[in-house]
């Protein structure tokens, strides 16, 4: 069955900072922001595919798309 919208709250909180080598030498950083908040949904387009996207706008600002499919009940 097709046409099922599932949405949904989003909230995050990151922590840091984060370590790594880069050219030879040590670097620290972290997020300007530590935390998202948005909302995003799942759209089931037939019995097996869904379309699921998200957004935060406010903190760290994203946007992510995807599908999925499901190969049993």
Known sequence: MGGVFSPYAAVRVFGGPVWWHRGGQDVTGGDVHHYGIGAGGSLTISGMVDIVGETTL?????FSLGVSVSFWD
């Open 58 to 62: 406010i903190g760290e600002k994203t």
